[in-house]
């Protein structure tokens, strides 16, 4: 793994910046787009300060694209599933995911109240970027967290022109992470969260394939917070202003966590369904039980055969010719894929946590950011940091 691994584009550090172990092979750029291909996209929009006024802000809020097969894939249907670990949330066009087992759209990712807007975004999008594919139907995946902490969520800041602004800038490479896209108004285990992402290698014998998981997170609460293997939430328990604010509105840890598995790895639908089941426990490893109010969902797909599963309209009669096939991994070697998943949701919580900055919103909300000499100084007492 080469350097700029342990940095973001703006010069952030990461969770390895600091000495942070990990298991497993992360890809080179430890990121959702060490899977060829995948391009990531964010409009982030942050204006205003002082007192919230319905509509005019303060304003933390975004738009996040992940185009599965870069703008010119778009419309080519890939094998992908979903899970809901929990559904006090929303991902739009799962209905269809689950029947036909393809995706053929843009993921995008916003706040809860601004999924309308991204919805008919990306149906723009497709409509001046994909006529064809647009002149049959369209189902576009969209999901959210909330963050009404920080931004006037309630307010129309987030516009259909927001949501193609981010699908234009998708690109391929290393990708911000922390408070940027539909991140900038997250917050996790009550301090500044937003997008975390990494990957895994996974060895197949004859070649290797890449695993990698992207998160908007927004979910645990103080108290649970575990950084590689250590329980950090009685150490880091002061400074807490958001559940200060929380207990006279809604539980802590209410939020909620969007995840995106992407592979190379050739996938059934099925196959993708059961990785997306793995997020979850990669979570886990950094502290939630998986509060009530966190809308958990999580959708993973494979790059692989593409195009094999298109839903198209038919035409014509079918003949012997009329046949799709698909290679895939066998069901009993799926296990490392399932370990690379949760290596890489682990990560990708620690990275959003770790490139990050106090933000201040509506109201004078303050999230304040993960502490870095804190963090380090209590994994050092545990021997998970040395030197």
Same mark, same amino acid.
């Given at each position: 793994?080469?350097?700029?691994?342990?940095?973001?584009?703006?010069?952030?550090?990461?969770?390895?910046?600091?000495?942070?172990?990990?298991?497993?092979?992360?890809?080179?750029?430890?990121?959702?787009?060490?899977?060829?291909?995948?391009?990531?996209?964010?409009?982030?929009?942050?204006?205003?300060?002082?007192?919230?006024?319905?509509?005019?802000?303060?304003?933390?809020?975004?738009?996040?694209?992940?185009?599965?097969?870069?703008?010119?894939?778009?419309?080519q249907a890939i094998a992908a599933g979903y899970h809901s670990f929990n559904g006090n949330g929303e991902m739009?066009?799962?209905?269809?995911?689950?029947?036909?087992?393809?995706?053929?759209?843009?993921?995008?990712?916003?706040?809860?109240?601004?999924?309308?807007?991204?919805?008919?975004?990306?149906?723009?999008?497709?409509?001046?970027?994909?006529?064809?594919?647009?002149?049959?139907?369209?189902?576009?995946v969209t999901a959210e967290t909330w963050d009404g902490y920080l931004n006037d969520i309630n307010g129309p800041?987030?516009?259909?022109?927001?949501?193609?602004?981010?699908?234009?800038?998708?690109?391929?490479?290393?990708?911000?992470?922390?408070?940027?896209?539909?991140?900038?108004?997250?917050?996790?285990?009550?301090?500044?969260?937003?997008?975390?992402?990494?990957?895994?290698?996974?060895?197949? +014998?004859?070649? #290797?394939?890449?695993? @990698?998981?992207?998160? %908007?997170?927004?979910?645990?609460?103080?108290?649970?917070?575990? /950084? !590689?293997?250590?329980?950090?939430?009685?150490?880091?328990?002061?400074?807490?202003?958001?559940?200060?604010?929380?207990?006279?509105?809604?539980?802590?840890?209410?939020?909620?966590?969007?995840?995106?598995?992407?592979?190379?790895?050739?996938?059934?639908?099925?196959?993708?369904?059961?990785?997306?089941?793995?997020?979850?426990?990669?979570?886990?490893?950094?502290?939630?039980?998986?509060?009530?109010?966190?809308?958990?969902?999580?959708?993973?797909?494979?790059?692989?055969?593409?195009?094999?599963?298109?839903?198209?309209?038919?035409?014509?009669?079918?003949?012997?010719?009329?046949?799709?096939?698909?290679?895939?991994?066998?069901? +009993?070697?799926? #296990?490392?894929?399932? @370990?690379?998943?949760? %290596?890489?949701?682990?990560?990708?919580?620690?990275?959003?946590? /770790? !490139?990050?900055?106090?933000?201040?919103?509506?109201?004078?909300?303050?999230?304040?950011?993960?502490?870095?000499?804190?963090?380090?100084?209590?994994?050092?007492?545990?021997?998970?940091?040395?030197?």
């Amino acid at each position: 793994m080469t350097q700029t691994s342990h940095v973001t584009p703006a010069g952030k550090p990461r969770a390895r910046a600091l000495g942070i172990p990990f298991t497993g092979t992360p890809g080179r750029l430890n990121a959702i787009t060490d899977v060829t291909g995948v391009e990531v996209g964010y409009t982030t929009l942050i204006s205003g300060d002082g007192q919230m006024e319905i509509g005019k802000g303060p304003v933390r809020t975004g738009v996040t694209a992940i185009l599965p097969l870069g703008r010119e894939g778009a419309g080519q249907a890939i094998a992908a599933g979903y899970h809901s670990f929990n559904g006090n949330g929303e991902m739009t066009g799962v209905s269809w995911l689950e029947e036909a087992g393809a995706l053929n759209m843009p993921i995008l990712i916003t706040n809860t109240h601004a999924i309308g807007p991204c919805h008919r975004g990306t149906i723009d999008w497709m409509v001046r970027n994909k006529p064809d594919i647009a002149s049959q139907w369209m189902l576009p995946v969209t999901a959210e967290t909330w963050d009404g902490y920080l931004n006037d969520i309630n307010g129309p800041h987030v516009t259909s022109e927001h949501a193609v602004a981010a699908l234009d800038a998708a690109r391929g490479g290393a990708i911000e992470e922390g408070s940027v896209g539909g991140g900038t108004g997250m917050n996790c285990y009550a301090f500044k969260g937003g997008n975390g992402t990494a990957s895994r290698i996974v060895n197949y +014998g004859h070649r #290797d394939y890449t695993v @990698a998981v992207f998160l %908007q997170t927004n979910f645990g609460s103080r108290h649970e917070l575990t /950084v !590689a293997g250590v329980p950090l939430g009685a150490t880091l328990a002061d400074d807490n202003p958001m559940e200060a604010f929380a207990a006279s509105l809604q539980p802590a840890g209410a939020g909620s966590c969007i995840g995106i598995v992407a592979t190379d790895a050739p996938l059934l639908p099925g196959q993708c369904k059961a990785l997306a089941r793995r997020v979850p426990l990669g979570l886990a490893r950094t502290g939630t039980a998986g509060s009530h109010f966190s809308g958990d969902i999580f959708l993973a797909f494979s790059t692989a055969n593409r195009d094999a599963l298109n839903g198209r309209f038919p035409r014509g009669e079918p003949d012997a010719g009329t046949y799709s096939h698909m290679d895939f991994i066998p069901w +009993g070697r799926m #296990d490392d894929f399932y @370990a690379a998943t949760v %290596q890489a949701a682990e990560e990708a919580v620690v990275n959003a946590l /770790v !490139a990050n900055a106090d933000m201040v919103g509506r109201d004078g909300h303050r999230s304040p950011a993960l502490p870095h000499d804190r963090l380090i100084h209590a994994l050092k007492a545990r021997n998970v940091i040395t030197g």
